[in-house]
């Protein structure tokens, strides 16, 4: 009997290139172990006349990835991310054409969205910054009066890009710096009141734009931090969290993404410079508690997901906030940490979960 296939759904970059091949070919390899045959496709490769899909296989043997047509998987991972462009709306048309596909997960709402559903639920809404949609310079003044720091940040934007770091900067204004949308690193400048508006116009922050309240997170050298933690349901069906890991920003860096020149560090040892061991347990049993509130929720407003990743701040106090989440998570900050046991487990969940969906749809 022929294995079971997961179709990893993604997005062709321009030029035709596909973002995470290197996870995928780890996806392959991982599934030929339990028994799941995975290949990776995207809704341009859909032959509609045949109804099925010139698909990418990896093949161990030759170490490269090469193209077969096959019928429809049996089950979809959807790693697609969003592209303002027409390829995400030839996502939404593939979901729309074929809803009797079995998906693992769920599109959710941008940045904007998720913090307002988010803002609802009255356990998770402590651990929240102020965020609010960017309208005005105006408005981002007077969110400057009540926050001494500031974060203005694109709805939509993945990877650190286009990120300004905003700070009130004693009698001489504000201090701005950041990156640009391709990620090169903006270079510092102070602006008053007056100017601050003037030099932001040039970044069309109007609609796509939103503030949220800064917390302080820089360490003793300067560079930001923050922490990434994987919640993964398991090959059960049931949420588990699957490991947490630090982030550090580049030199200069307003940002801690490993994209954008950032390094990872294990929680614990990156706890350790600031809090005790007994605090360090409670911050990490918040987290833990935050993730499940979290995805409890949202399951129960969009249906069922298969992953999700949630970017944590510590502030100097111990206290936790939930800076935003991402649905379609990498996971080798795990790799970089050298915790290889997590950074395996962060791969295989996603195939047993497939594999656990389609024994409760057999039945």
């Given at each position: 009997?022929?294995?079971?296939?997961?179709?990893?759904?993604?997005?062709?970059?321009?030029?035709?290139?596909?973002?995470?091949?290197?996870?995928?070919?780890?996806?392959?390899?991982?599934?030929?172990?339990?028994?799941?045959?995975?290949?990776?496709?995207?809704?341009?490769?859909?032959?509609?006349?045949?109804?099925?899909?010139?698909?990418?296989?990896?093949?161990?043997?030759?170490?490269?990835?090469?193209?077969?047509?096959?019928?429809?998987?049996?089950?979809?991972?959807?790693?697609?991310?969003?592209?303002?462009?027409?390829?995400?709306?030839?996502?939404?048309?593939?979901?729309?054409?074929?809803?009797?596909?079995?998906?693992?997960?769920?599109?959710?709402?941008?940045?904007?969205?998720?913090?307002?559903?988010?803002?609802?639920?009255?356990?998770?809404?402590?651990?929240?910054?102020?965020?609010?949609?960017?309208?005005?310079?105006?408005?981002?003044?007077?969110?400057?009066?009540?926050?001494?720091?500031?974060?203005?940040?694109?709805?939509?934007?993945?990877?650190?890009?286009?990120?300004?770091?905003?700070?009130?900067?004693?009698?001489?204004?504000?201090?701005?710096?950041?990156?640009?949308?391709?990620?090169?690193?903006?270079?510092?400048?102070?602006?008053?009141?007056?100017?601050?508006?003037?030099?932001?116009?040039?970044?069309?922050?109007?609609?796509?734009?939103?503030?949220?309240?800064?917390?302080?997170?820089?360490?003793?050298?300067?560079?930001?931090?923050?922490?990434?933690?994987?919640?993964?349901?398991?090959?059960?069906?049931?949420?588990?969290?699957?490991?947490?890991?630090?982030?550090?920003?580049?030199?200069?860096?307003?940002?801690?993404?490993?994209?954008?020149?950032?390094?990872?560090?294990?929680?614990?040892?990156?706890?350790?410079?600031?809090?005790?061991?007994?605090?360090?347990?409670?911050?990490?049993?918040?987290?833990?508690?935050?993730?499940?509130?979290?995805?409890?929720?949202?399951?129960?407003?969009?249906?069922?997901?298969?992953?999700?990743?949630?970017?944590?701040?510590?502030?100097?106090?111990?206290?936790?906030?939930?800076?935003?989440?991402?649905?379609?998570?990498?996971?080798?900050?795990?790799?970089r940490t050298g915790e290889k046991d997590v950074y395996r487990t962060a791969i295989n969940r996603p195939l047993e979960y497939a594999l656990h969906?389609?024994?409760?749809?057999?039945?």
């Amino acid at each position: 009997m022929a294995n079971p296939v997961l179709g990893v759904m993604t997005l062709y970059l321009e030029g035709g290139r596909i973002e995470e091949l290197p996870y995928f070919r780890k996806l392959s390899e991982a599934g030929e172990k339990l028994g799941l045959t995975v290949f990776v496709f995207t809704p341009e490769d859909v032959e509609e006349s045949s109804k099925q899909i010139r698909a990418w296989v990896f093949d161990k043997n030759e170490g490269r990835w090469g193209r077969k047509l096959s019928p429809f998987p049996d089950i979809i991972y959807d790693r697609c991310r969003f592209q303002r462009n027409y390829r995400f709306r030839l996502l939404r048309k593939f979901r729309s054409d074929y809803p009797q596909l079995i998906y693992m997960s769920r599109p959710l709402l941008h940045k904007w969205g998720i913090h307002q559903l988010l803002s609802k639920n009255r356990q998770i809404r402590p651990y929240l910054p102020e965020t609010l949609a960017y309208h005005s310079a105006s408005e981002l003044l007077r969110m400057l009066e009540r926050h001494s720091l500031v974060y203005v940040k694109p709805i939509d934007g993945t990877g650190g890009r286009g990120i300004l770091r905003i700070e009130r900067w004693g009698n001489r204004g504000y201090r701005v710096q950041g990156r640009e949308r391709s990620r090169k690193i903006i270079a510092p400048f102070i602006a008053t009141r007056d100017q601050l508006g003037i030099r932001l116009s040039k970044w069309k922050l109007v609609p796509r734009y939103l503030m949220q309240q800064g917390i302080r997170i820089a360490l003793r050298d300067g560079r930001v931090h923050d922490f990434r933690l994987l919640i993964q349901k398991n090959g059960s069906g049931q949420w588990e969290v699957t490991g947490s890991a630090g982030r550090v920003g580049g030199k200069h860096s307003v940002t801690s993404n490993l994209h954008g020149g950032g390094s990872a560090v294990p929680t614990k040892r990156l706890l350790r410079t600031r809090f005790s061991e007994g605090k360090i347990g409670d911050i990490e049993a918040d987290m833990e508690r935050l993730a499940h509130l979290v995805v409890t929720y949202l399951e129960r407003q969009f249906g069922s997901l298969c992953e999700l990743a949630l970017d944590i701040a510590v502030d100097e106090n111990g206290r936790i906030w939930l800076l935003e989440i991402n649905p379609k998570p990498a996971r080798e900050v795990f790799s970089r940490t050298g915790e290889k046991d997590v950074y395996r487990t962060a791969i295989n969940r996603p195939l047993e979960y497939a594999l656990h969906l389609l024994k409760q749809n057999s039945k």
